[in-house]
Structures are given as structure tokens and as C-alpha cells.
């Protein structure tokens, strides 16, 4: 049985809606915790990646003289 596109988009809505009512937001001072600490493994990932990066260049670079 085809449903309306309209009557599907606005099933989809009210679905939508009554789903977002049951999460559980996380509070201001969580939400900035979390953004910290990714911040933080972010700049440490980078800093390692620059370093093997560095590393492996070198390598080459001995590699190809």
C-alpha cells in the first residue's frame, strides 16, 4: 500500500520528535569536559603523527643517499 510522500514526511516528523523527547542531554559541564578531553587527544595524536611522520621521512630521505 503507497503511502502520500507528504503524510510519509510528516509520520517521519512526529516519529522524529517523540524519539529526541526520550534522550538524555548531557549537561553544560559535561558537554565541556568531553570537548576537553577530545581537544587534548586531538593535539596529542597530532603531535605523535607529526613525529613518526618526521621519523619516516628521515628514513627515506638516509634511505635514498
Do not use: H
Not at 507528504?6 to 523527547?21: D, N, S, W, Y
Not at 593535539?43 to 613525529?51: E, N, R, S
Amino acid at each position: 500500500m503507497k503511502t502520500n510522500p507528504i503524510q510519509g514526511a510528516m509520520l517521519f516528523v512526529t516519529e522524529a520528535k517523540a524519539e529526541l523527547r526520550k534522550v538524555t542531554w548531557p549537561t553544560k559541564k559535561e558537554t565541556t569536559g568531553i570537548t576537553i578531553v577530545v581537544v587534548i587527544a586531538c593535539a596529542i595524536m597530532c603531535v605523535y603523527l607529526g613525529v613518526v611522520d618526521w621519523l619516516l621521512a628521515e628514513l627515506i630521505k638516509s634511505l635514498i643517499r
